[in-house]
């Protein structure tokens, strides 16, 4: 179920400061996976496949906010930061 998406950041504006100094720290270097639900993935990648609802979906994001991947598993979206040569880091 993985979907490839580019889209602006999927995190509310009140969380606009800490994405930018992220995104400034590891520019196209750095990615990180986060946890949405399936409904949500149409907010913020319209040009996203529709998902079932009700189910948690991992989003594989730049270290700017913006959307890469959409996918089933937490592995999926780390094996595909790897791939694509970014570091897949957690934030606290």
Same mark, same amino acid.
């Given at each position: 179920?993985?979907?490839?998406?580019?889209r602006?950041?999927?995190?509310?504006?009140?969380?606009?400061?800490?994405?930018?100094?992220?995104?400034?720290?590891?520019?196209?270097k +750095?990615?990180?996976?986060?946890?949405?639900?399936?409904?949500?993935?149409?907010?913020? *990648?319209?040009?996203?496949?529709a +998902?079932?609802?009700?189910?948690?979906v991992?989003? +594989? *994001?730049a270290?700017?906010?913006?959307?890469?991947?959409?996918t089933d598993?937490?592995?999926?979206?780390?094996?595909?930061?790897?791939?694509?040569?970014?570091?897949?880091?957690? +934030?606290?």
């Open positions: 179920m993985s979907a490839s998406i580019h602006s950041s999927i995190f509310p504006s009140r969380r606009k400061d800490t994405i930018r100094d992220f995104a400034t720290m590891g520019a196209s +750095l990615a990180y996976v986060r946890i949405a639900r399936s409904e949500d993935v149409a907010l913020f *990648c319209p040009e996203a496949p +998902l079932a609802p009700g189910q948690n991992f989003v +594989l *994001c270290a700017n906010g913006t959307p890469i991947l959409v598993t937490r592995e999926s979206a780390i094996a595909n930061a790897e791939h694509e040569k970014l570091e897949a880091v957690s +934030l606290h």
